[in-house]
């Protein structure tokens, strides 16, 4: 069993996850079990899935999360360009979220991504 939290790849999830929760908050209250919702959970599900493949027994195992985590990073792509789109979401603000997202996507199509 490997610990989730010395993934680098877990590490720049967790960060994309704590910046994407401060800059939901100021999206619109009718928004809550809306956009910012899915936007928090597909973030949070990024990480989560990295961590759930750390307690696997098998390396097959942890690949599989990590194919899901990517998944779940290409659905918090498209809720990220709907918010940016309807407004919701500044374009600085847009950007700093997807440049983090991609370097998180990069690693989780790296070989060391499951390292």
């Known amino acids: 069993m490997r610990n989730f939290m010395d993934l680098r790849v ?9 910046d994407a929760y401060r ?14 919702s899915q936007v928090r959970r ?13 307690g696997r027994r098998t ?10 985590a ?10 990220l360009l709907l918010a940016r789109d309807l407004s919701l979401l500044p374009a600085s603000d847009y950007q700093e979220l997807h440049v983090r997202l991609t370097r998180v996507c990069r690693m989780l199509t790296s070989p060391a991504a499951e390292h």
């Open 70 to 79: 990517m998944g779940s990073a290409s659905e918090l792509a498209c809720h």
């Open 10 to 18: 877990w590490q720049e999830a967790h960060v994309l996850s704590l």
């Open 59 to 68: 390396d097959p195992e942890l690949a599989r999360f990590v194919q899901i």
């Open 42 to 54: 597909s973030c949070v599900s990024i990480e989560a899935n990295l961590a759930e493949g750390c």
């Open 23 to 36: 800059l939901t908050r100021r999206f619109p209250r009718e928004e809550l079990y809306g956009l910012t």
